[in-house]
């Protein structure tokens, strides 16, 4: 008789080939993985169609980690959200609501709605960072009460990007637009207008 069992993170004992005066035998199943399991019984090389399921439940609460790390965005603009999760030892997520968890920049200011307290799931989500003056070499300390802090991965906040027309070129050319971290004056926009519509773009028109 052997065992198999479904998911990750499984440490499983099989047990004796024999059975006991019973007709019983007696394996150990142990997972760092919370989640449902299926187990698959073989008998002298056949499964048999039982296959009874096993849920793992995470540990106790022990720790907060990124889940969603901070990433490199223009300044001025909102990142993509950043997630702090609180977790056992394992890495389970654990379902802890009402949990205060707050964000220190490692230099200069952090813009957004913080701190965020998590939801039922045990995750603080922070959708509306951003940082305002250009930066490189960030990143962001997570705190909350009863865990130890943990920094997330190193980001930068650069220019923003403009592209301005150049004059002499044609419109339909690469060579006619020049990237700029500038924001292109307001004449450049209007001969712009007037190129594309072949007149003079009036200021109450555009």
Request: proline share 8%.
């Amino acid at each position: 008789m052997a065992l198999a069992v479904s998911g990750l993170g499984n440490i499983l004992t099989q047990p004796s080939s024999i059975t006991d005066v019973n007709g019983q035998i007696t394996a150990t199943l142990a997972s760092t993985v919370a989640e449902a399991k299926t187990i698959i019984v073989t008998v002298d090389g056949t499964v048999i169609n039982a296959q009874p399921t096993v849920t793992f439940v995470p540990g106790p609460a022990t720790q907060i980690a990124f889940t969603s790390q901070p990433v490199t965005t223009p300044v001025g603009v909102t990142m993509p959200a950043v997630v702090v999760q609180i977790e056992d030892q394992a890495g389970n997520a654990v379902p802890q609501s009402g949990a205060t968890v707050t964000l220190a920049l490692s230099a200069g200011t952090l813009s957004g709605t913080n701190p965020q307290l998590t939801d039922a799931n045990g995750k603080a989500t922070f959708n509306d960072l951003s940082i305002p003056a250009i930066s490189s070499g960030l990143y962001l300390t997570a705190s909350a009460a009863g865990f130890s802090p943990v920094q997330s991965s190193v980001f930068d906040a650069p220019p923003k990007i403009f592209y301005k027309l150049n004059n002499t070129s044609a419109l339909n050319l690469p060579a006619s637009w020049t990237q700029s971290s500038e924001v292109p004056a307001r004449p450049v926009h209007r001969r712009l207008m007037e190129s594309v519509y072949g007149n003079q773009c009036q200021r109450r028109h555009c």
